[in-house]
């Protein structure tokens, strides 16, 4: 089974307003993190957010806020007020066990492409 | 800019050939990591070293390698290069001990194996 899964092929959002990007993981260990990455077309990674396991509120950084749903498994970003910079590939990522522990890589989605409209 | 240095940022190679990435970490972050983003593949995690030592192993392939200097700064060997190696290769680093433990990535060497 994939370990991380965003569907969304494609998404468009007019400049200015707000924009759901889904990501649902699956793991069974009770440590994790789930990160979201922006790819623009120049091909840098840029980070975004983070969210704990054990975290107890959803994470926000600026515009950036991260719904997350622990039992359903899915930890969506939330883009407000999109902007024309916005527009760039973007990865929902886990590392499975505590920070610091043996394993610390990252898997990742397939990516969501998301374009902002003037 | 996330302060992970990565050189060079294009490399165009024949098949058959070896070629050497490299990587320098942000100041103070002691775990280095190896990405590999290919179309057909997505981003698959390669290897990971902690301050000199060989943490965590991904999907690596034998005809590539890496190591840690003392100096942090890291190295990714690819040697008898095919046409499938052709790819962008991330290097990232993280602290290691923080909640987080966040990951920043560099801005990648583009491969291509012609």
């Known amino acids: 089974a994939q370990k991380i899964t965003q569907t969304q092929p494609g998404m468009f959002v007019q400049e200015k307003e707000a924009v759901t990007l889904d990501c649902t993981y699956d793991t069974s260990d009770p440590s994790y993190g789930l990160f979201w990455y922006k790819q623009p077309s120049s091909g840098e990674m840029i980070f975004l957010i983070y969210?704990?396991?054990?975290?107890?509120q959803n994470a926000t950084e600026g515009r950036y806020s991260l719904n997350f749903q622990k039992a359903r498994k899915s930890a969506n970003l939330v883009i407000s007020a999109s902007q024309l910079g916005d527009s760039a590939m973007y990865f929902c990522a886990m590392r499975e066990g505590l920070s610091g522990g043996a394993n610390s890589k990252l898997t990742f989605g397939k990516g969501i492409t998301l374009s902002v409209r003037p | 800019d996330s302060g992970v240095t990565q050189t060079p940022k294009h490399l165009i190679t024949a098949t058959g050939q070896r070629v050497t990435l490299r990587c320098s970490p942000r100041s103070g972050d002691l775990s280095v990591y190896w990405y590999q983003q290919s179309l057909d593949q997505g981003l698959q995690f390669l290897i990971q070293y902690y301050n000199g030592e060989e943490r965590a192993k991904g999907n690596i392939l034998e005809r590539f390698s890496a190591q840690q200097f003392p100096d942090l700064h890291s190295e990714l060997n690819l040697s008898s290069l095919e046409l499938g190696d052709s790819a962008l290769y991330f290097c990232a680093s993280s602290v290691v001990g923080q909640a987080a433990d966040t990951q920043y990535f560099g801005p990648g060497t583009r491969l291509t194996v012609l």
């Open positions: 969210q704990g396991s054990y975290d107890q």
